[in-house]
């Protein structure tokens, strides 16, 4: 999807059958790509009352799909079990409401386990907030796995979570709550008790490096085929 692409509710756009358009995201597009995860969820939060705008977003995502039928995730036979997450957010980059997305994915070795690309439900009123509360969902997804790894005999002490912002990953470690932060509501703040458990740890990652940061907005071309790869998506070998 275009990076100059804002996806509104268009009221004065031109409506189309929203049966059509369910199908085509419902039955066509799913989410065995991560690749496509992201403009995926954007054209489904406007399945209720689609116009002609939001059909074309749908349609430039299939002729994507018929360009790139070479491309599938890796998973080599022989990979570590050394699990890492990344996580991203973006910051009030939804034009309806403002709200922002979290995108978080998770790798054993380097094999691509599990993504999601979600909105937020609440409304972040600082980047920090935002990005904070898209680390939580990341902690959220470690210790599931962490769990997973245990019913097989796999322990692993301390599941590394990658992450760009600074600030998220300052209040992530910090007991100390002051006025800019204690609007976050508490259930977030078990980040921090995972972080003082040594469950988890967050580490910063660039901002280009940070894989998860496909799921979560748009982006131009050359970042957007580097992401990619970093997702294990590449040319399947007959």
Request: with cysteine; aromatic share 8%.
């Amino acid at each position: 999807m275009s990076t100059e692409t804002k996806l509104t509710r268009d009221e004065e756009g031109e409506s189309v059958d929203n049966t059509k358009n369910i199908g085509m995201i419902g039955k066509y597009l799913t989410s065995s790509r991560p690749d496509i995860m992201f403009s995926v969820c954007l054209c489904a939060r406007f399945q209720e009352d689609p116009k002609t705008s939001h059909l074309e977003a749908v349609k430039r995502i299939f002729r994507y799909i018929k360009g790139t039928t070479h491309l599938g995730l890796w998973y080599p036979k022989r990979s570590g079990l050394e699990t890492i997450v990344y996580a991203d957010s973006d910051h009030a980059g939804d034009y309806v409401d403002r709200k922002s997305t979290s995108g978080v994915c998770t790798f054993m070795g380097c094999c691509l386990t599990s993504w999601f690309s979600k909105k937020q439900t609440v409304l972040a009123i600082s980047t920090t907030e935002a990005e904070y509360v898209s680390t939580r969902k990341a902690c959220q997804q470690a210790l599931w796995m962490k769990q997973a790894l245990v019913d097989y005999g796999v322990r692993i002490d301390d599941i590394p979570i990658m992450y760009d912002n600074k600030g998220a990953i300052d209040l992530s470690k910090n007991l100390v709550q002051h006025s800019r932060t204690k609007h976050i509501e508490i259930r977030h703040h078990f980040l921090r008790d995972n972080v003082q458990k040594r469950n988890i740890s967050i580490e910063k990652v660039s901002s280009e490096d940070n894989i998860a940061d496909i799921l979560t907005k748009l982006l131009k071309r050359e970042p957007f085929n580097y992401l990619r790869l970093g997702l294990g998506m590449m040319e399947q070998i007959d």
